[in-house]
């Protein structure tokens, strides 16, 4: 049984730190790339970061760059999701998600909300 379980969200002040989590089961994680997603409230699902199976390749949205830092641990089929001077703006569920040209796995989200 596939699972992707993410963790780590939270509420947070503006200029303040989290680190999301994103274990998975079920699948081989060290041969699928590794996304983060957001949803916010009245918003499309974005793609906010993603990293290649064997961690050496990333890519960030615009709007994170330089904020967030995606990164992958194999041995633990972990990937996980730093993100930095938080705003408002971040505010969202954000999503773990493996896909490859024939699975499209998805977890079910950790609430993260930036405010003071």
């Known amino acids: 049984q596939v699972q992707l379980v993410e963790s780590g969200g939270g509420l947070v002040q503006p200029g303040g730190s989290l680190r999301l989590s994103c274990t998975a089961s079920?699948?081989?994680?060290?041969?699928?790339?590794m996304n983060w997603y957001r949803q916010a409230p009245g918003k499309e699902r974005e793609l906010v970061a993603a990293?290649?199976?064997?961690?050496?390749?990333?890519y960030y949205a615009d709007s994170v760059k330089g904020r967030f830092t995606i990164s992958r641990d194999n041995a633990k089929n972990t990937v996980y999701l730093q993100m930095k001077s938080l705003k408002p703006e971040d505010t969202a569920m954000y999503y773990c998600?493996?896909?490859?040209?024939?699975?499209?796995?998805w977890g079910q989200g950790t609430q993260v909300t930036v405010s003071s």
């Open positions: 990293i290649i199976p064997s961690g050496r390749s990333t």
């Open positions: 079920g699948f081989t994680f060290s041969r699928y790339p």
């Open positions: 998600n493996a896909r490859n040209d024939y699975y499209d796995y």
